[in-house]
């Protein structure tokens, strides 16, 4: 079982972005049989580290991008423990996207990621998706969420046209706009169900809905 | 609200952005000048934006921001004694345009665009400019892994002509990064619009305008409301 300095250490090494560490702190947890989830939650409480550096100008750009490779590499690692871990066939559709007229995907890869985890279907629709594209989809697929994600400004404008295009042909599912600067505003401008600022939030938010 | 008495108005401006701005600066206008920098923290923003409102002298009656919306940095501000006077865009991107309505038709053609002026190309943290940073902290194949990410999904890079007087210099720095970094180069022309209505009026419709003892909302960059 890992102690609080093991913990420590990995957290450390991912806020630090020493991929290298991190990689190795993991092979030898999962050796150990650690539980996946904690290891997880390290990673996320380093990545989360890694976000306030970039918020003190202590990281640039590429030290939130160098921490979300690290999480991928991680991912990898920890998958088939993880999958595994969780028993049964898949019990969730969800739809993803980031919205037209974004082409940013940094978090909802990482939501993609997390949820395919937990056995959950995952349907990435990409970047830049048009709401009638959401919606077309959706009628294919059948999903039971709808997760819209976007970071720039113009992104909350086509959540609102995909929210309001669903609402308009009257097809019934949870709505979840998901980026780090949405606020509460915003949410109320989309007219989605449910907002969300972190991928770790999402898919707690997710897992919830599906229960 | 025609008649800009100039004396008693104050510019907050982005470095990035005061750079276009200060050819049409009145001389009688006061003006303060926040870093880049604080645009990667909304919040560290938020503060000096309102740390600028509250120090403006006495006889300031209106503060004009050359900023957008900018990842909300400028939602929730307080105009105290003053009435706030703000370019109802999202970013600076349509400030150099010349307007919101180009900008929007700029971002629907070409979503995956990184925009560059001089200004940014002067004070700005691109990821262009982060490449030879990283280069030197993880080597070359990491560097690149890390930009790669960056601009995975971006196609152009856009070089907006403002009116400075160093174009080709500018330009050609704009040019190699796009060639560097396999991105398709295209130039766009900008425009003064914004800046000259203003710093000079009239505040349309374009403006938001922020009467004493209010504070702004996301929705009054959103004519559609709620």
Not at chain 1, 58 to 78: P, R, W
Not at chain 2, 7 to 30: G, T, Y
Not at chain 2, 86 to 95: F, G
């Amino acid at each position: 079982m890992s102690t609080m300095k093991t913990q420590s250490q990995l957290i450390s090494a991912i806020a630090d972005l020493n991929e290298e560490l991190a990689l190795k702190l993991i092979r030898e947890r999962l050796a150990e049989n650690d539980d996946p989830l904690t290891l997880i939650a390290n990673c996320q409480k380093g990545l989360q580290r890694v976000g306030e550096r970039y918020a003190q100008h202590k990281y640039y750009l590429s030290g939130l991008i160098m921490g979300g490779e690290i999480f991928y590499e991680v991912m990898e690692l920890i998958r088939p423990a993880m999958e595994s871990r969780i028993s049964g066939t898949s019990s969730g559709k969800i739809l993803l996207g980031t919205v037209e007229s974004d082409i940013h995907d940094l978090g909802k890869n990482i939501v993609k990621l997390l949820l395919s985890c937990y056995k959950l279907t995952v349907y990435d629709l990409g970047v830049d998706v048009p709401p009638e594209e959401f919606l077309r989809q959706a009628k294919e697929l059948q999903p039971d969420i709808l997760g819209l994600s976007g970071l720039v400004t113009n992104a909350y404008d086509s959540m609102r046209e995909t929210v309001g295009l669903f609402r308009q042909e009257g097809y019934q599912i949870p709505i979840v706009i998901g980026g780090s600067q949405l606020s509460r505003e915003v949410f109320q401008y989309t007219g989605a169900d449910y907002w969300v600022t972190k991928a770790d939030a999402g898919v707690k938010l997710i897992l919830r809905l599906l229960k | 609200m025609d008649q800009v008495n100039l004396q008693r108005c104050k510019l907050i401006a982005c470095a990035a952005v005061v750079e276009e701005m200060l050819p049409f600066i009145p001389s009688c206008m006061s003006y303060e000048v926040l870093d880049f920098g604080l645009h990667t923290n909304p919040k560290s923003l938020k503060g000096a934006l309102q740390s600028a409102i509250n120090s403006s002298a006495p006889d300031i009656e209106t503060v004009l921001l050359g900023y957008g919306l900018c990842s909300q940095a400028v939602v929730g501000l307080r105009s105290g004694s003053r009435t706030l006077v703000i370019p109802r865009v999202d970013d600076c991107v349509a400030i150099f345009l010349g307007s919101a309505a180009e900008y929007h038709k700029q971002h629907r053609s070409v979503p995956g665009t990184y925009y560059l002026t001089r200004g940014w190309i002067e004070f700005g943290d691109t990821p262009f400019s982060e490449y030879d940073i990283l280069v030197k902290r993880y080597g070359e194949q990491v560097a690149q892994r890390i930009i790669n990410q960056i601009l995975k999904n971006y196609t152009r890079l856009a070089f907006i002509k403002t009116g400075n007087n160093e174009l080709e210099h500018y330009r050609e720095r704009a040019r190699s990064m796009a060639e560097r970094f396999s991105l398709r180069y295209e130039e766009i022309q900008g425009s003064d619009a914004v800046i000259k209505k203003m710093l000079f009026g009239p505040w349309n419709d374009e403006f938001i305008i922020i009467p004493p003892g209010k504070t702004t909302s996301f929705f009054d960059f959103r004519k559609n409301g709620p």
